[in-house]
């Protein structure tokens, strides 16, 4: 038995996705810049995509940039903001994804602005005074960047309560939805924001294809300078399979969003539930209770015999996980996520993130294979 417990990392394909794919690659080629009915009916595919997904967040569709996923939706809002706003303060958290905090960095260094890093508590929530206090001392143009939920931990940030207290202050705010689009309900009309960001493979979509809402009142100029696509935002000719394929997901995640959200908590309680029964001391990261990522479960383990290797020993079993973010597992420093909660020493965290595709019999296998690990085998 094989068993994928690393959807946080990416998601497989929806086989419907997959077919449309198939279907629309055999169909249509025209290049959606083109005049020609072919070129139309490219575009055409694009536009469509794009009211899907406009209609999806509440945005309108002038709102919507395609993008290469999330890491360029991410560069985008903040180097853009950064050239084309005048922000000059970045307000971010040590527990962002590389994407958003490498970027940050890069802008400090080349660009001279002040970045700050919100504190955050053990649990890895933003500490809200912090926020504020930060936010009172920023000189100048300020953007928030602070991720709906946490790829590693699982733990949701209120977006709409850092989107009020961004507008208090009158700062931008940018949040990375990567791991919360298609699987949580999020309307930018009950949110104050100016920027999020989606990436089509973490719900079922393909690789290398993502999107970036920009509130229209953001008058931002191109992120890429080409031919003039995305509306002069992004130049390059679409990836108009990958965008076909990405609108076709985010449909099918929307409407299944309840169906699939309450079979992935099953799996995932019942994955703890045993984890609890089965190995003494072992812990979970970040928040437990309502509302957490429901397709991440962040675990730590105790000392053990294999506790060091066990990421090797779990794909050696056959199961894939990470520990941490898929980005930082080959990391010698470990997981910048886990060092700013701190871990318990001798303790290592395993990611194990679900999606709707998982079984409990996956679980069951995963854990006599867990079991087996720390010599807890009769
Ligand atoms: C929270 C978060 N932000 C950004 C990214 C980067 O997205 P992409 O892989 O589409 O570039 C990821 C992917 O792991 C993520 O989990």
Redesign the pocket.
Known sequence: MRVYFDN???TPLDPRVLNLMIEKLREIHGNPSSIHHLGRSSRNEIEMARKTVAQAIGASTGEIFFT???????NFALKCAVRDLGVNTIITSPI??H??LHTAECLQKYNGIDLQLVKIDPLGRVIMDDLISKLQKAKGKTLVSL?H???EIGTIANITQIGEICREHGAYFHS?T??TIGHFPINVNNLNISFL?G????FHGP??V?FIYINSDNLLKPFIDGGGQERNMRGGTENLHGIIALGKALEIAINELEERKAKILSVREYMKSKLVETIPDVKFNGVQEDPFLYTVLSVSFPPGPKTELMPLALDIAGICASGG???SSGSEKGSHVINTIGELKGHKTIRFSFSHFNTKEEVDFAMEKIAEMFELVS
């Open positions: 946080a990392a990416t290469s996923g999330g890491t360029e939706s991410n962002e994804h994407c958003i991720m939920a946490n790829n990375d990567i791991q960001s990436s089509a493979h973490k690789k290398g993502g973010s898929a980005c």
